[in-house]
């Protein structure tokens, strides 16, 4: 038995029905061609920018990564991934888009996911969404900020990246922590 999200299994419908009738669809290929007289424009199909609130479009059948909530790094209840490293958040970046890109991306490497994060205990799936990144794969927000690790935390319950500058971990609300 296959189990298809309600809203996934419409847009597939509404996908495949546009293709039907759109000219320059391939075999097994959902995604019409662009119109006649679009040449220049970008295809119809929306971007992040487009999207509404902090998410991009991700593939409901494929699981993301799991963010979570843990209380072992000594700042009370912090969001964390799935192996219990802590996240943190940038100041810098004034948008879901992130500003930490070569050096800053490798002392502060993003969360990325492959399909939209899950969320594990103790955190709001409604907070969790993603954003496309110009260096790779989309990188996890949550509350509409983009979520990094610090290179140096190399244990579940290192915070060593904690108020540098300004970076912080984040807590269940989205919110940044000042303590520490």
């Avoid at 979570?68 to 912090?78: E, F, Y």
């Avoid at 970046?93 to 502060?108: F, G, H, K, L, V």
Wanted: aromatic share 6%.
């Amino acid at each position: 038995m296959i189990k298809v999200r309600p809203a996934a299994a419409l847009a597939a419908a509404l996908l495949a029905t546009v293709c039907a009738t759109a000219a320059g669809c391939a075999p097994g290929d959902p995604t019409p061609a662009p119109l006649p007289g679009a040449a220049g424009q970008e295809s119809a199909s929306p971007s992040a920018a487009d999207t509404p609130g902090p998410s991009a479009s991700a593939s409901p059948e494929q699981p993301g990564t799991e963010v979570s909530l843990a209380d072992d790094a000594g700042l009370g209840p912090i969001l964390v991934d799935k192996q219990g490293r802590t996240l943190y958040l940038f100041d810098g970046d004034a948008s879901t888009s992130s500003t930490c890109y070569a050096d800053c991306a490798a002392a502060w490497p993003p969360l990325t996911t492959a399909g939209f994060p899950v969320a594990g205990s103790g955190v709001d799936d409604g907070l969790l969404g993603m954003a496309p990144r110009t260096d790779g794969p989309a990188q996890v927000l949550y509350k509409g900020h983009p979520l990094y690790y610090n290179a140096l935390d190399t244990a579940a319950g290192d915070a060593g990246g904690q108020q540098i500058d300004q970076w912080y971990a984040v807590d269940a609300l989205g919110d940044k922590v000042t303590g520490g």
